[in-house]
T-cell receptor
Framework: AQTVTQSQPEMSVQEAETVTLSCTYD???????LFWYKQPPSRQMILVIR??????QNATENRFSVNFQKAAKSFSLKISDSQLGDAAMYFC???????????FGTGTSLTVIP | DTGVSQNPRHKITKRGQNVTFRCDPI?????LYWYRQTLGQGPEFLTY????????KSRLLSDRFSAERPKGSFSTLEIQRTEQGDSAMYLC?????????????FGPGTRLTVT
């Protein structure tokens, strides 16, 4: 089974600053998809951004962008101009292009300091 | 609201009792997943349905767990003879499988506490 590793259990960032959350994954496949999900306290998980492995261009969604390094099997999330509402658990997830399961990391708890 | 809904949101039960959770996916979504999430962990896959067919089950899904999606719409997850180790958040997610990256849409979860 694929493994997804988030090595930062907790991170903090000053409001309006930039923070990068790390994610690495282990796979032997070439076709797959990567996702970042956000889970605010006591609220449901929502998709932040996704990346298709076959695309070389890094995905961006407003203040959120990724640094996808396929050879290094790294998929970090950068949050620019951090806002108080960004405080949440962030989960990195992997899905094989042929498979149906999503594999999640253990999450990074992000605190935004006013 | 046309998102994924789950009921109940919280359930407290005594060890040995049976519990059943319900998930209503986004109406046009053909795939439905169940996950378990314990404190400090990411969601762990339990099982998924394509329409009404249960296509895959995790090793985590012991014989005490059963899931159904009788008409390809809502789904239920039943846990029989609950144990304290079953205490967790149970998440449901749905997706429309039509090729490509198809992300999952999650419900708010059912938090189970077994006393």
């Amino acid at each position: 089974a694929q493994t997804v590793t988030q090595s930062q259990p907790e991170m903090s960032v000053q409001e309006a600053e930039t923070v990068t959350l790390s994610c690495t994954y282990d796979t032997s496949e070439s076709d797959y998809y990567l996702f970042w999900y956000k889970q605010p306290p006591s609220r449901q998980m929502i998709l932040v951004i996704r990346q298709e492995a076959y695309k070389q261009q890094n995905a961006t969604e407003n203040r959120f962008s990724v640094n996808f390094q396929k050879a290094a099997k790294s998929f970090s999330l950068k949050i620019s101009d951090s806002q108080l509402g960004d405080a949440a658990m962030y989960f990195c997830a992997y899905r094989s292009g042929r498979g149906n399961q999503f594999y999640f990391g253990t999450g990074t708890s992000l605190t935004v300091i006013p | 609201d046309t998102g994924v809904s789950q009921n109940p949101r919280h359930k407290i039960t005594k060890r040995g009792q049976n519990v059943t959770f319900r998930c209503d996916p986004i109406s046009e979504h053909n795939r439905l997943y169940w996950y378990r999430q314990t404190l400090g962990q990411g969601p762990e896959f339990l099982t998924y349905f394509q329409n009404e067919a249960q296509l895959e089950k995790s090793r985590l899904l012991s014989d005490r767990f059963s899931a159904e999606r009788p008409k390809g719409s809502f789904s239920t997850l039943e846990i029989q003879r609950t144990e304290q180790g079953d205490s967790a958040m149970y998440l449901c997610a749905s997706s429309l499988v039509a090729g490509g990256p198809y992300e999952q849409y999650f419900g708010p979860g059912t938090r189970l506490t077994v006393t």
